[in-house]
């Protein structure tokens, strides 16, 4: 028997479409750091990519992100743009600030006491004119550096930004930290705190900081505490056995109750003699500090450094003219 052809055959399946490949999302190229990087014993040159930053470049190539500045300023403070050559300098360059017409200065100012209001006290500086003189320094690209970046300054190791001023404060007394602190604090700064350590308490006083007060500060990473001596005597007018007790039990004194060693120190009322000096060398002193009015190359007698008294004027204008930060020759 027959049967119908189309009835024995078994159907036949459509073939299967062809898959069509899906192509993964592209990814921004970032190329290879040994394609993007040429070298020199002193300088390196990269193609610089989306993620670069004078932050980032500095963190990975000088080992600080804070040095950023000396990328951005070798490279005229221009935008970085993906694809373009940044050159980065490796080995300090200009360390002293010389240039054609004339060199860098860095002011430093010197703060006694702080007051809720404006006080008949020369050395008394009100909160309201502490708060702008931060502000105007803040507003205007000043930068405030520490105590390290300074002595690279001045040794000539390398300079610190362009426009740079060092703020220290003398003695001890509780305003420091009742009304500076939280000031320096909100404008991201950094202070230096020259305490005589017989001011210094061991418990909480309303006129003057304990122990704990300069630790809790000091431990923030706001203040920075050097030597102001013991007594806050004279230098010139006592004898070598007191000089050498001021600079060198000043000096234990801070290190037993902070665990740092104080190398700079702030004379009192600004006087030193050789004798002063040598017996600060004898302890390991670097580099002290007047309240001569003035700012510092980085070829000033590291033993006369310049400081300009801040006083308790309520004019902007007083404050602006301590804030030279490059001499024109």
Request: proline share 5%.
């Amino acid at each position: 028997m027959l049967f119908p052809a189309g009835c024995a055959t078994a159907p036949v399946s459509a073939p299967a479409p062809e898959s069509i490949p899906v192509s993964a999302p592209e990814k921004p190229e970032v190329q290879p750091k040994a394609e993007r990087e040429r070298r020199s014993e002193d300088y390196v040159v990269i193609i610089s990519d989306a993620s670069d930053t004078y932050e980032s470049l500095a963190k990975t190539y000088l080992g600080d992100s804070k040095l950023a500045y000396l990328i951005s300023e070798f490279n005229d403070n221009a935008v970085i743009v993906p694809g373009k050559d940044v050159v980065i300098p490796i080995k300090p360059v200009n360390p002293g600030g010389l240039y054609a017409d004339g060199y860098q200065i860095v002011p430093v100012l010197c703060y006694h006491q702080f007051s809720h209001k404006k006080s008949k006290n020369r050395i008394s500086v009100s909160a309201e004119a502490f708060e702008r003189q931060m502000a105007y320094l803040k507003n205007n690209g000043y930068s405030v550096i520490t105590l390290k970046q300074f002595d690279d300054f001045i040794e000539y190791r390398r300079r610190p930004p362009k426009k740079s001023v060092v703020i220290t404060i003398d003695d001890g007394w509780e305003t420091v930290r009742t009304i500076a602190y939280p000031i320096l604090k909100k404008y991201g700064f950094t202070a230096v705190l020259f305490v005589y350590t017989d001011l210094v308490k061991s418990k909480p006083s309303s006129l003057t900081l304990s122990w704990d007060d300069v630790r809790e500060m000091l431990e923030s990473g706001v203040i920075e505490v050097e030597s102001h001596t013991v007594t806050h005597a004279d230098l010139t007018k006592v004898g070598d056995e007191q000089i050498r007790k001021e600079v060198a039990d000043s000096q234990s004194i801070i290190r037993s109750k902070l665990g740092v060693t104080s190398t700079f120190l702030a004379y009192p009322y600004g006087n030193f003699n050789n004798n002063v000096v040598e017996a600060m060398k004898r302890n390991g002193y670097k580099v002290g500090f007047t309240v001569i009015r003035g700012e510092n190359a980085f070829f000033h007698n590291t033993w006369s450094l310049n400081r300009s008294m801040v006083l308790n004027s309520e004019k902007i204008e007083d404050f602006t003219k301590l804030l030279e930060t490059f001499r024109r020759e």
